[in-house]
């Protein structure tokens, strides 16, 4: 059992756990997930790690309820347990596995659209804690939606808020922000790093290509089960089927296919187009574990 040591309700779309969960805590890095059961009969459900605490043995991750499954958990409050959870999971964030120097030398920039905060916020705060301070562009609908705005401040080179209707800093979208930053403030970047909805993510990466960056995004949004069994998360990246939650979550955003990702996204979400595309695909529909 894993204990909830935290809930809090952050705005109308958005909730917080803080779980006891210390053989995690120890091993997670940034960019990585859990998979997390509320009951025996309960759906899996992939969730990003937004933040951990290997002193304390916990960590915190961000949910909206949208189906039954996360709806369900709105029951769960303080002092209440999962029945279980797994992970780490997914590949941790490229940045970790660079060279500091090299790293050090990178002008970075990150765009979070809505709850992309939330898996953000971790790997500017291990920046941070590597003397790196990166720019980040938090952008929400209207100005109740923003999420880890003083923990992204505390962490972050720079932070620039966006909202869609203007209600809170710059009004317009992130990748508005960005070409503002490069275009009219000379500012220069050596990788992006989008985190959001599909859509949201697929015009960052148009908009960064135009101006020279390369890009990484994070395909958590179309996880189901976690281990590349379901199908749900199945990509083309450069030419090559992948799965978002095996051998990602992040991927090089210009060598991902956004069009049929978002396609295959719609599809799924019916038993009649899961079983059309398990006959599409035929055995390159499930990934597997990796592990095996």
């Known amino acids: 059992m894993y204990t909830i040591k935290k809930a809090k309700q952050l705005n109308k779309a958005n909730y917080l756990m ?3 969960a210390p053989v995690i805590a120890k091993h ?3 960019g990585q997930f859990i998979i997390v059961k509320k009951e025996e009969n ?10 951990y605490d290997r002193e304390e043995g916990t960590i915190t991750i961000v949910f909206q309820p949208v189906g039954v499954s996360t709806t369900k958990m709105l029951s769960l409050k303080e002092g209440d347990a999962f029945m279980d959870v797994v992970g780490p999971l997914g590949r941790p964030s490229d940045l970790t596995e660079m060279p500091l120097e090299e790293l050090k030398k990178m002008k970075l920039l990150f765009i979070a659209g809505g709850v992309g905060a939330a898996p953000i916020y971790p790997q500017v705060k291990w920046l941070h804690e590597q003397g790196i301070d990166a720019d980040v562009i938090n952008g929400a609908r209207t100005k109740e939606l923003v999420l880890f705005e003083e923990e992204m401040r505390s962490v972050a080179g720079n932070m620039y808020i966006t909202t869609d209707d203007g209600s809170y800093g710059f009004k317009g979208t992130g990748t508005a922000m960005m070409e503002e930053l490069v275009n ?3 500012k220069h970047y050596d990788r992006m790093i989008a985190i959001g909805p599909m859509i949201m993510m697929k015009f960052c990466v148009l908009s960064a290509k135009k101006l020279g960056i390369p890009t990484v995004v994070s395909m958590n949004p179309i996880m189901v089960d976690g281990t590349g069994m379901c199908g749900a998360c ?13 051998d990602g ?4 955003g210009d060598n991902l296919d956004f069009d049929e990702a978002m396609k295959r996204a719609r599809m799924y979400k019916t038993e009649e187009g899961r079983a059309m595309l398990a006959l599409q695909e035929g055995e390159t529909h499930h990934g597997g574990c990796g592990n095996c």
């Open 234 to 246: 199945r990509l083309t990246v450069n030419g090559e089927t992948k799965f978002a939650c095996v």
């Open 249 to 252: 979550p992040e991927f090089e």
């Open 28 to 30: 997670c890095m940034p």
């Open 18 to 20: 803080v779980l006891d």
């Open 184 to 186: 009219n403030q000379g």
């Open 42 to 51: 309960s759906e899996r459900i992939p969730l990003t790690i937004c933040d």
